[in-house]
């Protein structure tokens, strides 16, 4: 049966930017959540020290859980290899920075779509940095794992392979062991595509989940497909929500993982309209995986 886990997405600029959050004060909100682990961000100020690591982990484990997986962003796309080795190097500290949190999955993702880059270049540079760091993974039992992603907080452009066919092509160019996708069915709509077509072509790689939300604060899914300048535009017509309530179809999400074997970590990236939402998504997960996951 898979577990659940769940992400401060309400918190982020609290405990990545303005610090006016601890990660302690998340680690107490989040042990009353109905949940079996706390998904990590490497960008949490406090993670810079790494005294604190070890210290954050035995936290969350006296609150009864664990951090199984750790999110964040590499850039492996752009042309220059002295900053995609740069980029190398802070992806194998986020692995260790997981090992010694306990967690068995890291993110990766492709990097920026910059405009000079070609398909092929693109997917090769990201492909290439991601097996550069999959023997250091491998060597600490970490599995990375690459998020049909939109993009990051921090970044000029959106993902370079957001886009399926892009995203599908950069899955194919890895084979590993010890590399899985993370699916994340709200970004599919970011891209003005299809969530569940998206599922239907990497079900067989998915080890690891974001479970969110979104609904259309303004217009149709046609206008979203149709908006002029691509998806720099998208993030404003969608919104997260609460899990249940958006346009995901979670009976066919969780149909095709089930129908593949999924057995992993579902994290929840919700909350946004505080604690109580983010307990009425657990709920609504809790009863979807026991149908779909009957013990």
Partial sequence: ?????????????????EGTMTVSEWIQLASKLDVQGLEWYAGFLEMADESNWPRFRKEVEDAGKVIPMMCCSPDFTHPDAA???????????????????????????????????????????AADSIYACLPYAQERGITLIIENHYKDDF????????????????????????????????????????????????????????ASDRYLAEGTIEDLRNEEGGSQGYAKRLRHGEIGKGLNDYDAIFTELKSKGFNGWISIEDGVDGMEQLARSVEFLKKKIALYWPQ
């Fill in 1 to 17: 049966m898979p577990k659940l886990a769940a992400f401060p997405k309400a918190f982020m600029h609290a405990l990545c930017k």
């Fill in 83 to 125: 900053f995609r080795d740069k980029e190398i190097a802070k992806q194998k500290r986020w692995i260790d920075m997981t090992h010694t949190l306990g967690g068995s999955y890291c993110r990766v993702l492709s990097g920026q779509r910059r405009p000079e880059l070609t398909l092929d270049e693109g997917v090769k540079l």
């Fill in 155 to 210: 970044w000029d452009y959106p993902e370079f392979a957001q886009k399926m066919d892009v995203f599908c092509k950069l899955v194919d160019a890895v084979n590993h062991p010890n590399f899985g996708v993370n699916y994340d069915p709200s970004n599919t709509y970011l891209a003005g595509e299809d969530p569940i077509e998206l599922l239907k072509r990497v079900s067989h790689r998915v080890v690891t989940m974001h």
